[in-house]
């Protein structure tokens, strides 16, 4: 089994892209921290999987994110794999009638959830010391502070790049070679 042992945190997990990949990863063998904002969904999906832990989250909420950080370390010690994937679409409408409201609702998930997962998540990796090329999420050699674009998960087309600084994270795109330093 692939992944046989190792603990991985999905969002927006209850359906979909998120609930797939969890489901993929329980099968073969991973611990799941599965986070979605939607309680009786997520909470049908995680019964349907062996490992699966639950956590009802608002991705855009700093201390919701980093409350599932937290729960996941507190189950299972670590965290290797993360599958930043929640996201929505938002109301469509022309630029002129879209209120403000919606605009910032999507922003906030799509852009500063993304961020907000990542940053936590890769706090926990940092700590744990280890550059397993599982860790490879997107960018350039996060490992010496580059600055990277980040995509958020469902944005259908629509760019949710963030310029972050990694400041030492394992995170790389994946198919990149490390330069020489």
């Not at 599965?34 to 999987?49: F, N, P, Q, S, Y």
């Not at 002129?96 to 990796?125: H, Q, S, Y």
């Not at 790049?161 to 990149?176: I, K, N, S, T, Y």
Request: aromatic letters at 6%; a positive charge; charged letters at 30%.
């Amino acid at each position: 089994m692939r992944f046989q042992g190792r603990v991985a945190v999905v969002t927006g997990a209850a359906a979909g892209f998120g609930l797939a990949v969890s489901t993929r990863l329980t099968n073969e063998g991973a611990k799941v921290v599965m986070v979605d904002r939607v309680a009786e969904a997520l909470e049908k999906a995680a019964a349907g999987l062996a490992d699966a832990l639950p956590v009802v989250a608002d991705v855009s909420v700093e201390s919701e994110v980093d409350g599932y950080v937290v729960r996941a370390v507190r189950a299972h010690g670590e965290i290797d794999l993360f599958f930043n994937n929640a996201g929505i679409e938002g109301r469509m409408a022309p630029m002129t009638e879209l209120p403000v409201a919606d605009f910032d609702r999507v922003w906030a998930v799509n852009g500063r959830g993304v961020f907000l997962g990542l940053r936590a998540v890769l706090k926990v990796m940092k700590a744990q010391g280890r550059r397993d090329r599982e860790h490879r999420l997107a960018g350039r050699d996060p490992w010496r502070g580059d600055v990277f674009p980040l995509r958020g998960g469902k944005t259908r087309g629509r760019r949710a790049d963030l310029l972050c600084r990694a400041g030492g994270c394992p995170v790389r795109h994946p198919g990149q070679r490390p330069r020489a330093r």
